[in-house]
């Protein structure tokens, strides 16, 4: 499955897949190359809303810049899968 990012769309999903000892390395190179399968959209979209959770969040509940920024590569990365 081939998602359109942008650059820092790219740069973000590598950042959070090399989180955890770059457990997820291997999901942040199949989604730069465009190969993720239907598993793969799944788990990067729990890595981007765990993330969104644990840094996006502001006391108020109200998404900050990054929570954004995060919400829109969620609605991004899962529009693909959302569409078939």
Known sequence: MTINLTKRQDELIEYLCGLD???NAELGKRAKAGQLSSDD???LCEIIS???MLKGIEKSFEPNDYGLELEKLLDDVNSE???R
């Open 41 to 43: 959209v799944g788990r």
């Open 50 to 52: 765990d993330e969104l």
């Open 21 to 23: 000892d770059g457990a």
């Open 81 to 83: 899968r959302l569409h």
